[in-house]
């Protein structure tokens, strides 16, 4: 900053604090068919409230140009407003719509090799942009990923596998992303399980704020009969300060097979 010349008293300092609140629920509809023993292909259809609250304050810290001092009498040379409060102010809104639709199918090109082979699969996903960018719903651009899966089963109950893919984001390259996971599936009873997964998100370009967000994955799956599923999962960020973070986020599902 500038604090000579005629115009030094213009040479302020200010503080202003932002502080905002996001929130999304989404109910999402996911289909998935086989058309063999190895190959199936999926669909993800997601709805979505966003809610956004957002708060600012500014405060005057130093003030240059006044050969008396930083004020004038007893109030200060720079003000905000007629009462020399400063200023508060707090906007936001609410919207709900479609997502982005995502579209996916996986092979499994390895299985039931025997010994400590694992199982493995590829994934490959196409996030569509169907929901919303001006509204929050969706990114504003299409995604391309690919994951290699890896699994073993030891026993009847435990289930360990790794992730690992590349995600393409097509409207921004520095946004694309390494993918991970690494966790185990656990039979607790006949129709209990239990999961745990490290999951990973890397942005080899990005620029500096949220490039590396590791998550905690926690879930059970209940399985009443043969036909029915109902899962509930919560995910909780390892590192809150990459970024905005949430401090955690539940999921409740239903499934059911045909």
């Known amino acids: 900053r500038d604090t000579s010349g005629p115009f030094s008293f213009e040479s302020d300092i200010i503080r202003a604090r932002l502080k905002v609140d996001l929130s999304q629920d989404i109910v999402a509809f996911i289909a998935t068919y086989g058309f063999t023993s190895v190959w199936d292909v999926g669909l993800v259809v997601p709805f979505t409230h966003v809610r956004l609250v957002a708060r600012a304050s500014a405060a005057i810290l130093d ?5 008396g001092g930083t004020e004038i009498g007893n109030l200060p040379i720079h003000r905000f407003g007629p009462n020399s409060t400063p200023p508060d102010a707090s906007g936001g809104g609410e919207e709900t719509g479609l997502g982005d639709i995502i579209l996916r ?12 082979t694992p199982d493995l699969a590829f994934l490959f996903e196409v ?3 169907t929901g919303d960018e001006k509204r929050l719903l969706g990114t504003g651009g299409t995604n391309l990923a690919g994951l290699l899966i890896a699994s073993k089963t030891y026993g ?5 596998h790794v992730n690992v893919g590349y995600e393409i ?3 921004d390259l520095e946004q694309n992303t390494i993918r991970y996971a690494l966790g185990f599936d656990a039979r607790l009873l006949s129709e209990l399980s239990f999961d745990a997964d490290v999951i990973g998100h890397q942005k080899p370009e990005g620029n500096g704020t949220g490039d590396h967000t590791v998550d905690l994955s926690l879930g059970i799956k209940w399985n009443p009969l043969d036909s029915l599923i109902f899962r509930a ?3 909780i960020p390892l590192d809150k300060n990459s970024g905005l973070r949430a401090d955690f986020i539940p999921t409740v599902g239903v499934e059911y097979l045909f």
């Not at 199918?105 to 400590?116: A, D, E, H, Q, V």
């Not at 009847?156 to 360990?160: C, L």
């Open 63 to 67: 003030q240059f140009g006044n050969p």
């Open 105 to 116: 199918t996986k092979y499994n090109f390895l299985r039931n090799s025997g010994g400590l």
């Open 127 to 129: 996030k569509l942009p």
């Open 156 to 160: 009847r109950w435990f289930t360990p």
């Open 169 to 171: 984001d097509t409207k």
């Open 233 to 235: 999962n919560v995910q």
